[in-house]
Nanobody
Framework: QVQLVESGGGSVQAGGSLRLSCTSS????????MGWFRQAPGKEREGVAT???????NYADSVKGRFTISKDNAKNTLYLQMNSLKPEDTAVYYC??????????????WGQGIQVTVSS
């Protein structure tokens, strides 16, 4: 069983920055891909960014140019650098990991979630 633990959330004013971290209990060298998702109150969970084993990344249109996903395999940690934050970025953010599944869009392990609140 893999455990993912997020950290780095909190409250910030619009225009500010936060960096989320997600540490895995298993080496992230073995991941097919990892990703960040978020769920705002009353809304469905949505994908924010993913990073594949080869380092290639994908972003939701709403965060392109503002958020950066990265991974440090030596630390077994996934990051999400969030800049120019907007009130609509307010949500619970989740990290997810795909260990060995063939399709990057599938994730079998999830973190517990961390709150990010952006005030105007």
């Amino acid at each position: 069983q893999v455990q993912l633990v997020e950290s780095g959330g909190g409250s910030v004013q619009a225009g500010g920055s936060l960096r989320l971290s997600c540490t895995s209990s298993r080496s992230t060298y073995g991941t097919t891909c990892m990703g960040w998702f978020r769920q705002a109150p009353g809304k469905e969970r949505e994908g924010v960014a993913t990073i594949r084993a080869d380092g290639s990344t994908n972003y939701a249109d709403s965060v392109k140019g503002r958020f950066t996903i990265s991974k440090d395999n030596a630390k077994n940690t996934l990051y999400l650098q969030m800049n120019s934050l907007k009130p609509e970025d307010t949500a619970v953010y989740y990290c997810a990991a795909n260990y060995g599944l063939g399709v990057c869009g599938a994730f079998q392990y999830w973190g517990q979630g961390i709150q990010v609140t952006v005030s105007s």
